[in-house]
């Protein structure tokens, strides 16, 4: 029983049954691996985002090949009609091997997710301990019951939650991410400019790690798998693995998925310190992207950190009104985020962040207050959303409660995408709430910068340079390497080279059908569902 399968769900299913690059690899799937081979098991990865065809085609066609004991796979609770799809597949095959789930949609709704999905066990909370545990007593017939943090059914079909398992302090313990199988090098031999790093490296081959695990803080829209302890990797045991990553893969970039990077001031320039270093002894010039906490940003960490070869900042800023930031748990001010959105202009650092609407303190007020905010200093720089209700997040359990949710199985079939929203709020009305959501959407394309490319030239078979003048700074540049699926109409951001602002290349007829936008009924009615139709082939 030593055969283990893990496969990768498909996370961009806009192109339906096609393969596709736009994805992050799975950090957490990468860990199991290393571990399970560790251990001396046999695994296998099948990547469902490489291959054309049909969920159950492809997943049917791998049990096929070889007689698995194990397979294992995992995702966000978004990602549930992928995941039971999956499941389906193999529950309904001949050779009947035993699931197992993990990720944040088994950890966050454990008893649910059993009930409604075909697996035989969920791992809830970090894995690599516990996989070992569970299939060691698969193995040797020992008592399911003794081993931590699982969800099964007993003989009698009740469900049963195990006792939670404790974290994992040490994280340099663990090997690194273990994508052998996981084919890293196809995605980063496929992935454009304007999927990675916002358009700021023409043929980037990024790589994603995370330097830390769980998080102090209890925002209502986050749901932390592994709990609110803050754990970190050492600087050494970081390093290690980006230097791996370079001699292995060949990465020219990387992702620092941490969001407390900068609250340890000291450990951010030792980082920037140690990868100044890593450049000169590999004789590489590296660019990454992190995320930083809103209220640690000054001009003596961003010239550290763009002296350090980062290109893009991640900031949760969520809203400019202070009673909504208050309800959010959200440990900033508006006066701190101001400061952090001018700081990063003056300082041409390109910003990844979003205003958010709909909390459950939101009124027409404080929405309006983040709005006029938005107009007046932000510049099209920071996105605007709508909170989404992630299983297991303090909201979620609000809009349960509240009956918003209803049918939690309907929800995860057809309502959890970031498609659809929900007034959460306790004080809008539902027609105040779709006023908010007219005026958001409408005010994302009314101010949006758009620049048509004054040149165009094809790479190769959807793949294009464009050549554009900033509408900031008025310089001009080339932009290689970018995926293109319908050249008369696509939208896509990138950011400056030159100041890093934020801004828009657009096809020519997309900016006249911009032009005629407000001025057409027809086209305030459609066009939204028509943009959409033709986009989400692009990108």
């Not at 990768?8 to 992050?24: D, V």
């Not at 085609?57 to 999956?86: A, H, M, W």
């Not at 962040?353 to 510049?379: M, P, Q, R, S, V």
């Not at 790479?459 to 310089?475: A, I, T």
């Amino acid at each position: 029983m030593n055969k283990v399968l893990l496969i990768i769900p498909k996370y961009n299913t806009e192109n339906g049954n096609k393969k596709s690059y736009n994805y992050e690899m799975p950090i957490g799937l990468g860990y199991i691996n290393a571990v399970l081979k560790k251990e001396g098991y046999d695994t296998n990865c099948l990547n469902l985002n490489h291959i054309d065809g049909p969920i159950k085609d492809i997943v049917e066609g791998e049990l096929n090949k070889r007689d698995y004991s194990f397979v294992c796979t995992g995702d966000v609770g978004t990602g549930f009609p992928i995941i039971k799809k999956i499941l389906d597949a193999v529950d309904t095959h001949i050779t009947n091997p035993k699931i197992i789930l993990g990720g944040s949609i088994v950890s966050s709704e454990p008893f649910f997710m059993m009930e409604h999905l075909k697996f035989d066990y969920g791992v809830i909370g970090e894995g690599e301990l516990t996989i070992i545990d569970l299939l060691d007593s698969i193995k040797n017939n020992k008592d399911i019951s003794k081993v931590k943090g699982i969800v099964y059914k007993d003989l009698n079909g009740k469900i049963i939650i195990t006792s939670p398992r404790e974290r994992i302090k040490d994280l340099d313990s663990l090997s690194f991410s273990d994508y052998n199988d996981f084919d890293l090098n196809e995605k980063l031999a496929n992935t454009h400019a304007n999927s990675s790093l916002v358009g700021t490296i023409d043929y980037p081959r990024t790589y994603l790690l995370i330097g830390s695990r769980g998080c102090p803080f209890q925002c209502t829209f986050c749901y932390h798998t592994v709990g609110y302890q803050y754990t970190t990797r050492s600087l050494k045991n970081i390093i290690q693995e980006i230097e791996f990553a370079i001699d292995k893969y060949k990465i020219n970039s990387f992702q620092l998925h941490d969001d407390l990077f900068s609250t340890n001031k000291k450990r951010l320039y030792d980082f920037c310190k140690e990868i100044k270093e890593l450049n000169k002894r590999k004789k590489i010039n590296l660019k990454w992207m992190c995320s930083l906490f809103v209220s640690t940003i000054d001009e003596e960490i961003l010239n550290i950190l763009k002296d350090a070869g980062c290109l893009v900042i991640s900031l949760g800023f969520e809203s400019y009104s202070q009673e909504v930031l208050k309800s959010m748990k959200k440990n900033i001010t508006p006066k701190q985020i101001d400061n952090a959105i001018k700081l990063c202009m003056k300082f041409k650092m390109p910003i990844i962040g979003n205003f958010i609407f709909g909390d459950i303190a939101e009124t027409k007020e404080t929405a309006k207050i983040t709005l006029d905010y938005w107009k007046k200093h932000c510049k099209d720089q920071i996105k605007l959303f709508f909170i989404h209700p992630y299983p297991g997040s303090e909201i979620y359990n609000h809009c349960i409660k509240k009956g918003l949710i209803k049918d939690k199985l309907d929800y995860f079939q057809n309502k959890i995408f970031h498609t659809f929203f929900m007034n959460m709020t306790n004080e809008m009305s539902d027609k105040e709430f779709e006023e908010l959501k007219k005026e958001v959407y409408e005010l994302k394309i009314k101010s949006g910068n758009y620049v048509i490319p004054f040149k165009v030239e094809q790479e190769k078979k959807n793949r294009y340079s464009l050549y554009v003048k900033c509408p900031f700074c008025k310089k001009t540049s080339a932009h290689k390497n970018n995926y293109i699926q319908t050249r008369f109409f696509y939208r896509f951001h990138i950011h400056c080279r030159n100041c890093g602002m934020r801004f828009h290349l657009v096809s020519k007829l997309y900016k006249f059908t911009m032009d005629y936008y407000f001025k057409l009924d027809f086209f305030r009615r459609n066009f939204l569902k028509y943009e959409g139709m033709f986009l989400r082939r692009n990108v």
